[in-house]
């Protein structure tokens, strides 16, 4: 018999923190900036320097915590975590070890229309490494020192993840709450969110977990999905040939789509921790952590909850909308602009999204403005222009980022609903068309929309279908 295998999967996700400054010296966290240029005697560690902790980076932590509903350790400590890397010009990294900022908190995700609780350990502040590029041919390496002192977060989760496509959703829900709360812009393709993996597969049943592997340095949703997808095959494969998984840490090679083995996985005592002797213990009065709570802002699964509530939205557009704290605010303006909440979601999902993903623009970019949108809908409900000619109206105000009424009027989009207007063209197209209006006569329904169709050809696509499909029944007698 088959044994059957359950995956058990814990995500830790590094967020790299929005402060201008490092978070224990005054230097710049830029992005992009030449090599080595943002570094400093603290950050590299020169003796006789002291780190000043960021009061900012603190605040930042203490927000992303709260909203990710874990208690907060008013008083904690930093601490020294020892290892030997040639990004780490220290030797050890400044982090937090046994008393978090954050712990005990938990996320929610939507799974097959069901919400799934994963919880969350810790989530607790440290410092950034720099980062080591080595060359194709393996002649050298190079180490730039300018991301060494970043303020990140580690977002550990519990182990109540069960599949790689909940991975996926547990990840996404994660860059949602981190940019709803703008502590960080969670630029996955600048690392500033980070994933490793622990994943293990235990017989189903069984209650104590199996060996687990470690996937390091996960830049996309697609790669940490495919990744895991593949170590749920591989393990599987050991276990089921009676082999014994190892506990490890793999890399995913995108080339191949497959992981391959890094090194055997370090456990916490070889980093040989230790309070951090360099700076004092820190302390979160309770004005200051009622501050931050007040700060918090409306969340993604609040604000999905809302849409449906209040706008009487589909759970999809729901969740498409209130992914991206961009979209969802250009959304709310479309909608504060008067169109109606359900064409507003279309046009959004559809063609804004469309556009703006097409030219690699964000949102806040997309040149036809939340007002304009609402002003192009509200000229579709007027009965001015149809859907058909509102998407090539659409088009024309990317192009030149004019409203829609003047688009129509230049360009002579006004729908014709006149029936005087529209009557001797109709007659034309009946007596042009005898065997279409016969068909039709006959049963065939299909038959009078190649009439309405011939209309709309002759009027250039301006008459209004409605009309049209009325004046042509009551002219053909039925």
Known sequence: MTTQFETVIGLEV?????????????CSTQFGAPPNTNVCPVCMGHPGTLPVLNREAVELALKAALALNCRINQDCKFDRKNYFYPDLPKGYQISQYDQPIGEDGWVEIDVNGERKRIGIVRVHLEEDAGKSMHAPDGSHSLVDYNRTGVPLIEIVSKPDIRSPEEAR????????????????????????????????????????????????????????QKALEYEV???????????????????????TQTTVSMRTKEEAHDYRYFPEPDLVRLRVDDAWLARVREGLPEL???????????????AYDAGVLTSDIGVATYFEAVVAA???????????????????????LSIQEAPVSPSHLAGLITEVNKGTISIKQARDVFKIMCETGKDAPTVIREH????????????????????NNPKSVQDYLNGKEKALGALVGQTMKATKGRANPAVVNKMILERIGK
């Open 14 to 26: 590094h967020v790299e923190l929005k402060t201008k400054t490092k978070i224990f010296c005054g």
């Open 412 to 431: 002579g989009f006004e729908q014709i609903s006149d029936e005087g207007a529209l009557a001797a063209i109709i007659d034309e197209v009946i007596a």
């Open 300 to 314: 993604p699964l609040q604000k999905r909850d809302r849409y449906e509530r209040e706008f009487n939205l589909p």
């Open 169 to 224: 959703l547990y990840l996404e829900a994660i860059r949602s709450i981190m940019q709803y709360c703008d502590v960080s812009d969670c630029r996955m393709e600048e690392g500033s969110l980070r994933c490793d993996a622990n994943i293990s597969l235990r017989p189903v049943g069984e209650t104590k977990f199996g060996e687990k592997t470690e996937l390091k340095n996960i830049n996309s949703f697609r790669f940490v």
């Open 233 to 255: 095959q591989r393990q599987t494969e050991v276990l089921s040939s009676g082999g014994r998984v190892e506990q490890e840490t793999r890399r995913f090679d995108e080339a």
């Open 338 to 360: 008067g169109a109606d909440p359900k064409a507003a979601s279309n046009w959004v999902m559809t063609d804004v999204l469309g556009y703006v993903n097409a030219q690699g």
